[in-house]
């Protein structure tokens, strides 16, 4: 009930400003943790808003290396994400509340990436789930950009003693190894082994069911949390969501432009944090075949098909093109069979990235590079004979 809400939120505005029993604020916690049902959202909302930045305070770490309120919400999370209503309630909370769930990441993002597909990429998916997905896959991409610049800063500011170091090292002292240089020499595979309870599991798209890859995390007995960085499955499928989740996207209104807009730049950003990633573009005719009646004509698809496409472009333009031939030439095919005039200035950008990348004469172009070259004037060579035939024989 509300007054039952209410109350919560009084208790938080308690526990913000006083200490309790530690029992008593976990019960708290855990009541909003599972209480996602929608009459009760704003309420729930605002009562988790209220205690969370108090939990660090309040809950103190004491012996144990992970928060107890980072237990539970893992273990909340796992127990019950099979339900979407209770996935999201907590995904919108960690998205809320970031920077206190940063340094335990390792425990979250095996499950936030998993879920991307199934709470953003389905046609009948609401536009606040599809934005949680988005949003989630950019907060993804945001930590581990922080986790780069803080390993950069303890770089940079170790730098000073290697001079040190290399004196005590030739008077015959070995200096004392940091834990971070440590767990750089290690053997990865030493470190890594899969989570508990959040092994991949299938997920809908567009096209219907879709195997996700194995996506691993650290075991926390062998590297910290705060050291946890996404392994090559999960880089790949952030970035395989966000292209998919960008053609998918219909910018009908000015909440749907926004979401695309956001989708190009974290696409763009997670690019530039994993430019080497495996970018995949090879599902287009699945995309193609299943889009809703409503989206019969693909031209609006396809459009955004190479915006996306351009903005992987300008990041990893050789690798992108060598990697998908098949499908630039695909698009290419059907942007002419469309007429597609909105997605004129797109498709010029993407050929003057192809030419530049792999110049027509080249002599380091790869044959099947030289072969879409041929296909594109093909394709001019035809559409004009056939906008001119007409006047000419008229």
Same mark, same amino acid.
């Given at each position: 009930?509300?007054?039952?809400?209410?109350?919560?939120?009084?208790?938080?505005?308690?526990?913000?400003?006083?200490?309790?029993?530690?029992?008593?604020?976990?019960?708290?916690?855990?009541?909003?943790?599972?209480?996602?049902?929608?009459?009760?959202?704003?309420? $729930?909302?605002?009562? !988790?808003?209220?205690?969370?930045?108090?939990? /660090? +305070? *309040?809950?103190?770490? @004491?012996? %144990?290396?992970?928060?107890?309120?980072?237990?539970?919400?893992?273990?909340?999370?796992?127990?019950?994400?099979?339900?979407?209503?209770?996935?999201?309630?907590?995904?919108?909370?960690?998205?809320?509340?970031?920077?206190?769930?940063?340094?335990?990441?390792?425990?979250?993002?095996?499950?936030?990436?998993?879920?991307?597909?199934?709470?953003?990429?389905?046609?009948?998916?609401?536009?606040?789930?599809?934005?949680?997905?988005?949003?989630?896959?950019?907060?993804?991409?945001?930590?581990?950009?922080?986790?780069?610049?803080?390993?950069?800063?303890?770089?940079?500011?170790?730098?000073?003693?290697? $001079?040190?170091?290399? !004196?005590?090292?030739?008077?015959?002292?070995? /200096? +004392? *190894?940091?834990?971070? @240089?440590? %767990?750089?020499?290690?053997?990865?595979?030493?470190?890594?082994?899969?989570?508990?309870?959040?092994?991949?599991?299938?997920?809908?798209?567009?096209?219907?069911?879709?195997?996700?890859?194995?996506?691993?995390?650290?075991?926390?007995?062998?590297?910290?949390?705060?050291?946890?960085?996404?392994?090559?499955?999960?880089?790949?499928?952030?970035?395989?969501?966000?292209?998919?989740?960008?053609?998918?996207?219909?910018?009908?209104?000015?909440?749907?432009?926004?979401?695309?807009?956001?989708?190009?730049?974290?696409?763009?950003?997670?690019?530039?944090?994993?430019?080497?990633?495996?970018?995949?573009?090879?599902?287009?005719?699945?995309?193609?075949?299943?889009?809703?009646?409503?989206?019969?004509?693909?031209?609006?698809?396809?459009?955004?098909?190479?915006?996306?496409?351009?903005?992987?472009?300008?990041?990893?333009?050789?690798?992108?093109?060598?990697?998908?031939?098949?499908?630039?030439?695909?698009?290419?095919?059907?942007?002419?069979?469309?007429?597609?005039?909105?997605?004129?200035?797109?498709?010029?950008?993407?050929?003057?990235?192809?030419?530049?990348?792999?110049?027509?004469?080249?002599?380091?172009?790869?044959?099947?590079?030289?072969?879409?070259?041929?296909?594109?004037?093909?394709?001019?060579?035809?559409?004009?004979?056939?906008?001119?035939?007409?006047?000419?024989?008229?």
């Amino acid at each position: 009930s509300a007054s039952k809400q209410w109350a919560f939120v009084n208790v938080c505005h308690f526990l913000d400003a006083y200490q309790a029993p530690d029992k008593i604020i976990m019960q708290v916690f855990v009541a909003l943790l599972k209480t996602y049902q929608p009459e009760n959202k704003m309420l $729930v909302k605002q009562a !988790l808003d209220i205690l969370m930045p108090a939990l /660090p +305070k *309040r809950l103190p770490l @004491g012996d %144990s290396r992970t928060p107890v309120w980072i237990k539970y919400t893992k273990k909340i999370l796992v127990e019950e994400g099979h339900s979407i209503p209770n996935l999201i309630h907590i995904f919108q909370l960690i998205v809320r509340h970031s920077d206190l769930f940063y340094s335990w990441r390792a425990q979250f993002v095996p499950q936030m990436v998993s879920s991307l597909s199934r709470i953003g990429l389905p046609y009948n998916t609401t536009a606040e789930n599809r934005r949680l997905a988005i949003e989630l896959a950019g907060l993804v991409v945001s930590w581990e950009r922080q986790r780069r610049n803080e390993t950069k800063m303890v770089i940079d500011a170790d730098a000073p003693s290697e $001079v040190s170091d290399r !004196l005590r090292l030739s008077s015959g002292v070995d /200096p +004392k *190894r940091s834990s971070y @240089g440590s %767990s750089i020499s290690e053997d990865p595979s030493k470190r890594v082994k899969t989570e508990p309870g959040l092994q991949s599991f299938c997920v809908m798209s567009p096209g219907g069911a879709s195997s996700t890859p194995n996506v691993e995390t650290p075991g926390s007995a062998t590297q910290p949390d705060e050291e946890f960085k996404p392994n090559a499955a999960m880089e790949e499928l952030i970035i395989s969501f966000l292209i998919r989740v960008g053609v998918v996207i219909e910018p009908k209104d000015k909440e749907a432009n926004t979401m695309y807009e956001q989708v190009l730049d974290f696409l763009s950003q997670a690019l530039e944090v994993w430019p080497n990633a495996n970018v995949k573009f090879n599902y287009l005719e699945k995309l193609l075949s299943s889009m809703p009646p409503s989206q019969s004509d693909p031209s609006t698809a396809l459009a955004q098909g190479f915006d996306v496409m351009n903005k992987v472009l300008e990041k990893q333009p050789h690798l992108f093109i060598k990697n998908n031939i098949s499908q630039i030439s695909q698009f290419l095919e059907l942007s002419f069979k469309h007429n597609m005039l909105n997605a004129g200035k797109s498709l010029c950008s993407l050929l003057k990235m192809v030419f530049i990348a792999y110049p027509q004469d080249g002599p380091s172009t790869p044959p099947d590079i030289k072969l879409l070259y041929q296909k594109v004037n093909e394709l001019i060579q035809k559409h004009v004979h056939a906008v001119t035939a007409p006047q000419a024989s008229g």
